[in-house]
């Protein structure tokens, strides 16, 4: 019996029988266990040496990290790299500027290092067809999703949280504490990507509770540079306007807030409440822990990990993949 005949006996694609007898974890354990006792019932032995002839010295998969300063991709990096050598890929990094081009960078390590598939961490959110043909084998966006350009559903494939729904979440745990006068702290609010969607739930929170919008209140650094963010916010604390909490897109951006908040003789959470998202071990050691919503990191590497070795194998098509977040409650949100 060769593996084609046990792929065929079980119903299942040879990739797939493949990955349970070389004992990897991408497959559900039903699967496993038809694919072998098939194999216990049949006799089958694998040919290890006809394996060996035709399986390329190694299989390398690119990581393209655009932001390589951006804390929270450390957790996120890690576990694709973990998922990467338990199924004996080499994986090959690139780490690019936070206003680099990825899509073209990820084209120059495909050719370079003969990829059979790439993921992207951190990006933009708005591709146009044209820009992503440039990218000719499997690839997977991960921590983020394109939604506001042009590509269809099907001809791409994402993993991460949602982020209008989890900033939305966010936004509506400082109005169920009372606080109306909520300031956002964003990238950008019309940046086509994270800093837009996570604005975009910062507005639905508001509208779903009768809360008008004060322009006044949202406050854009034009980047992720804590520098940026300190001078932000106190040109907010300058102009006067009057808040009782903040939602700041990231915890990098919730803890530069909070000091420059500290600077000015406002304390959190006693003064000014602050919530953010991401979930980075950062922000459960400094003072006040964040409340914030965390994002499951490791889950989101592996799941995009093995979505990609499926679309390689044959076994998925693309597809978007939202994994729920989790509110952290800390010590800097007070109830008013």
């Known amino acids: 019996m060769t593996i084609k005949d046990l792929a065929k006996k079980c119903g299942v694609s040879v990739s797939t029988v493949s990955r349970v007898l070389n004992n990897r974890p991408d497959v559900s354990a039903e699967v496993r266990e038809k694919v072998l006792d098939e194999a216990k019932k049949n006799h089958y032995v694998r040919n290890d040496a006809a394996r060996d002839l035709v399986k390329p010295q190694q299989d390398t998969m690119g990581l ?4 390589a300063d951006n804390i929270f991709f450390t957790e996120v990096m890690k576990s694709i790299e973990d998922a990467a050598e338990e199924n004996g890929y080499i994986l090959s990094l690139r780490q690019i500027a936070s206003d680099g081009d990825e899509l073209k960078a990820g084209a120059k390590l495909a050719k370079s290092k003969k990829l059979r598939g ?11 067809k044209e820009e992503f ?4 084998i499997p690839s997977v966006f991960c921590t983020y999703s394109n939604r506001f350009g042009d590509l269809g559903r ?9 982020d209008e729904a989890e900033s939305e979440k966010a936004t509506e745990y400082l109005i169920n504490k009372g ?13 086509s990507a994270v800093g837009e969607a996570r604005y975009r739930g910062y507005l639905n929170a508001l509208a779903k509770n009768g809360i008008n919008e004060d ?7 034009g980047s992720y540079d804590l520098y940026d963010v300190y001078s932000s916010v106190r040109s907010l604390i300058s102009s006067g306007s009057e808040f009782s909490a903040v939602f700041a897109i990231s915890d990098a951006m919730a803890i530069a807030a909070v000091r420059c908040l500290y600077d000015s003789g406002i304390y959190v959470p006693a003064d000014v409440s602050v919530i953010s998202i991401d ?3 950062t922000s459960r050691y400094v003072i006040p822990s964040l409340t914030t919503v965390s994002q499951p990191k490791r889950d989101i590497g592996r799941t995009a990990f093995s979505l990609l070795m499926d679309i390689i ?12 977040g989790t509110l952290i409650e800390g010590e800097s949100v007070r109830k008013i």
Not at 64 to 67: A, K, M, Q, T
Not at 154 to 162: A, C, N, R
Not at 179 to 191: E, L, V
């Open 179 to 191: 606080h109306r006068k909520i300031a956002i702290i964003t990238n950008g609010k019309n940046d």
């Open 154 to 162: 099907g001809s791409f494939s994402s993993v991460g949280i949602d």
């Open 64 to 67: 393209i990290v655009r932001g």
């Open 215 to 221: 322009p006044s209140l949202v406050v854009e650094t």
């Open 313 to 324: 194998n044959g076994d998925r098509e693309n597809e978007s993949i939202f994994l729920p």
């Open 279 to 281: 979930g980075i071990v």
């Open 118 to 128: 790439i993921i992207f961490l951190g990006g933009r959110s708005d591709y146009k």
């Open 133 to 136: 043909e440039v990218i000719d």
